[in-house]
């Protein structure tokens, strides 16, 4: 059985959906904190099941009879997410299974704003099992996020910035899901998941105000001043320093990719930032 932890989340669930398009639902197991938040996966004859990444014993349970386990690494912010991801790798293997599957991170550095996924890399190397690692680009929502406000005020305000292949949730999904279903693919630390293209701050400001027809002017902020911006929005300042991950890796070059195995994984043209957008807009939620 595969077991997809954090179903209940954004990229999990679509894991899952992926997942059911491939294999029968008997064959699909997912490991939920809250599981009254999964009906629509049991519905479908997933199995559900209650595991928490900060409590081994539910693990236990919830990976029963796994013979892959995609851990869907924590959404935490309050700083042991490393420690959760060593206690969900050690509940797979305990498990027995024969692959392990991460949802890692293309800036994954020592000494970086994504430091853990490099360790969880290094803790899933010293496990001893088959794993696979993959290095997901930059949510492409994330620069849908920073450009709604953009459109309501008219500035795209961040720090300093460079080149990002931004990765669609979606295309994310279908790249793990494809990964699961063929064992061997995408074996160890992936290449970066992400579309050839990159944009950049600059880009997106002009993209989104080509498409709505509405001024957008890029402003420029020193990293301290954007994270007092962000603290004067109402973001903890704890916080709203971990926003400057995106602007330092991408300045260093760290969120580009330049491989083709994303395109060449998903058969098709990635879902483009541009797309996004477009559908928002029609939407309505921009
Ligand atoms: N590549 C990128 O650009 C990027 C950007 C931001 C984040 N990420 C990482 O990618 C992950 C998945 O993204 P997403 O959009 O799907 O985020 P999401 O919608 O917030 O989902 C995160 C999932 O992690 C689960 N989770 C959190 N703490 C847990 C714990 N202690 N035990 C078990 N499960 C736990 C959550 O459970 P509940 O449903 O119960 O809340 C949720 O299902 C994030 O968690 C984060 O680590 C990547």
Redesign the pocket.
Known sequence: MIIV??????????IVNNLLERIPAEKIGV????TS?ANDLKVCGVRVMQ?????ANSLAHAFEGASQVLI?????TEGD?LI?HRT?IESAKLAGASRILY?S??GAKPNSGFA??AATEAILKESGVAFTSLR????A??AIWYLKEALETGELIAPQDGPVSW?A?AD?AEIAAVALVNEGCLDGITPPLAPIESLNFENLAAIASEITGRSIKRITLSDEDFVKHMVAKGYPEQYAKLFLG?FIASRNGELESVDSTFEHLLGRKPISVRDLLVNELNKGVL
């Open positions: 932890t954090g179903a209940t989340g954004k990229l999990g669930h679509g490991s939920v904190r809250d938040k595991g928490d990444y900060k409590d869907v690494s924590s959404s935490t997410a959760q969900a949802t991170h293309i853990d996924h997901n680009g930059f949510y929502s994330s990765a949730h994310l995106l």
